[in-house]
């Protein structure tokens, strides 16, 4: 079974500053990995996703995420951080090939509060 | 293209009543999936359906089932509700079961 570790479920961070999001995962199979965010009273909002071919992996807005097979990480970072991007995040597996049925497997989440 | 969308938004039961949450996937998507949000658990998956066929199903008793519908809409019921079925349910709609799942605003169920 596949299982996902966030090393961090709180992180503080100033306004500007860079900031890392730290997501490892566990698989005897090849999997893809996303990240979602989620806003208080929302539903998840998919972030960027690692399907194949480049491991470094961007969003429209300014998050940055890179697959390291050998580590099993994920990591999620962004250079400077904004007020807006308070929200709890979520790194997430599914198995390729269509095996999970539908079944993403998620970190326990890690809260970034962006403080001024 | 409307998102996923989910009905009711809130829901108030007390213990042993039953309830049923709906949701309409994003139109062409086909796999539908439900998940359970609560504080102390994190976010587990509860089922998938396909082409109206329940083809996953997570570690819930029985007591949580669901539905699809031939224009991919699902229901999940959950009877018999307990105090520790308060949560946020979201339901996730994907062309296909292994893309990447788009997911709705929730449900949010308080058993009292």
């Known amino acids: 079974a596949q299982s996902v570790t966030q090393l961090d479920s709180q992180v503080p961070v100033f306004e500007e500053a860079p900031v890392e999001l730290r997501c490892n995962y566990s698989s005897s199979v090849s999997v893809y990995l996303f990240w979602y965010v989620q806003y208080p009273n929302q539903g998840l909002q998919l972030l960027l996703k690692?399907?194949?071919?480049?491991?470094l992996v961007e969003s429209i807005n300014g998050f940055e995420a890179e697959f390291n097979k050998s580590q099993t990480s994920f990591h999620l970072r962004k250079p400077s951080v904004h007020i807006s991007d308070t929200a709890e995040y979520f790194c997430?597996?599914?198995?390729?090939?269509?095996?999970?049925?539908?079944?993403?497997?998620f970190g326990q989440g890690t809260i970034l509060t962006v403080h001024p | 293209k409307a998102g996923v969308t989910q009905t009711p938004r809130y829901l108030i039961k007390t213990r042993g009543q039953q309830v049923t949450l709906s949701c309409s996937p994003i139109?062409?998507?086909?796999?539908v999936s439900w998940y359970q949000q609560t504080p102390g658990q994190g976010l587990q998956f509860l089922f998938e359906y396909f082409s109206e066929t329940q083809r996953n199903k997570g570690n819930f008793p029985g007591r949580f089932s669901g539905r699809q519908f031939s224009n991919s809409r699902s229901e999940m019921n959950v009877s018999t509700l307990e105090l520790g079925d308060s949560a946020l349910y979201l339901c996730?709609?994907?062309?296909?079961?292994?893309?990447?799942?788009?997911f709705g605003p929730g449900t949010r169920l308080t058993v009292l």
């Open positions: 997430a597996v599914i198995l390729t090939g269509g095996t999970s049925y539908g079944k993403l497997t």
């Open positions: 139109s062409g998507h086909r796999s």
């Open positions: 690692y399907l194949s071919g480049s491991t």
């Open positions: 996730a709609s994907s062309y296909l079961a292994g893309d990447e799942q788009f």
